[in-house]
């Protein structure tokens, strides 16, 4: 027994309670924990799923899936879907997807405007239904898609078009003053590859470089990302190909284009795959032209693909259902 302190001589009672001091301290221990696995659950939390593949490679249909089954909406992120007018030959999606379709044809398009873009619909989808699922062949455009890029702007017209002339004229020529210019892009690009040679021209004489921000991936992104990759093999994406080439002669795309033609396409636009071949070629013989720079543009995604890091390979053989149940086991909610 403790002495009663007021009278030294009766003894105090004791009821067994002990000082609650400390309470505080446990309270704010409590709330700190509850912190700390609110800040490990936001960083283990994946904001984007990005889908890249080759063409026919079912990126469109999986992204859509995954959608789906996360609550949200696709963002695409393919150079040529943003045009209006050729839904046909750049294979649009008949789910609404966000980015396609929004540009008239006769618009440039450059990879900073893009990403303004990109980002902006991205961040909304993210800020009010928790996640966006970003799809895409293009890998320039899928990384400024999900990250920030230090994009030079593009060079003005007058100077892309004397540029593209000296390319067109001499190649070589063109080449070796890029050589002057700038050593190591003109190492890092072939004479024959007009359209990067170009570029690195534009970059060189605004005092950029098209070898100056090292790798295009890195693992960096601007929200936490998930990034898949559909691989399937070769001789079933031929087939693919050309089986998808086959239904867009099918569906009208020779009409679509003589359409579209008729009217100003820009630049940018007119870089479509297909385009020129079945303005300028017999159907048939456009076609199977068709068939032959898509399964070569194909090939190269899937080399292209396995660079990405941090990329989780899919077999895009297996059932769609599948692939979509491996995917949301990957992905935090």
Do not use: C
């Not at 999606?93 to 405007?113: I, K, N, Q, Y």
């Not at 399937?232 to 002669?249: D, I, K, Q």
């Not at 017999?282 to 720079?293: G, S, T």
């Amino acid at each position: 027994m403790a002495r009663d302190p007021a009278h030294p001589g009766r003894a105090e009672a004791d009821t067994g309670e002990r000082p609650r001091t400390g309470s505080g301290d446990a309270a704010r221990a409590l709330t700190a924990d509850a912190d700390a696995d609110a800040d490990a659950e936001k960083q283990n939390r994946i904001e984007v799923v990005a889908v890249f593949g080759p063409t026919a490679s079912g990126k469109s249909a999986l992204a859509q899936a995954l959608a789906e089954a996360l609550g949200t909406e696709v963002v695409s992120a393919d150079a040529m879907q943003v045009y209006r007018g050729l839904p046909i030959l750049t294979n649009q999606s008949e789910h609404p997807t966000r980015l396609v379709a929004v540009r008239a044809l006769d618009e440039e398009m450059s990879v900073g405007a893009f990403a303004a873009l990109a980002h902006a619909e991205i961040d909304e989808l993210v800020g009010t239904r928790g996640s966006a699922v970003v799809a895409g062949g293009t890998g320039l455009y899928l990384r400024a898609a999900l990250a920030d890029l230090d994009v030079p702007p593009p060079a003005g017209p007058a100077t892309r078009e004397r540029i593209r002339e000296e390319v067109a004229g001499d190649a070589a020529a063109a080449h070796t003053r890029l050589a002057e210019l700038d050593p190591e892009a003109a190492d890092a690009v072939h004479p024959h590859d007009h359209q990067r040679l170009v570029r690195a021209l534009e970059l060189a004489e605004a005092g950029h470089s098209l070898a100056g921000g090292g790798r295009l991936w890195s693992a960096a992104t601007r929200r936490p990302t998930l990034i898949l990759g559909l691989d399937v093999p070769r001789e079933e994406l031929e087939r693919r190909v050309r089986e998808r080439t086959h239904a867009m002669f099918a569906r009208g795309v020779v009409e679509e284009v003589r359409l579209a033609l008729a009217g100003h396409v820009s630049q940018t636009a007119e870089k479509a795959l297909g385009l020129a071949e079945i303005a300028s070629l017999p159907p048939d013989d456009a076609r199977e032209r068709i068939v032959l720079r898509t399964r070569r543009y194909a090939a190269y995604q899937r080399k292209w693909m396995r660079r990405i890091p941090g990329i989780v390979v899919l077999d895009g053989m297996r059932p769609l259902p599948d692939l979509v149940s491996e995917v949301l086991l990957r992905v935090p909610r």
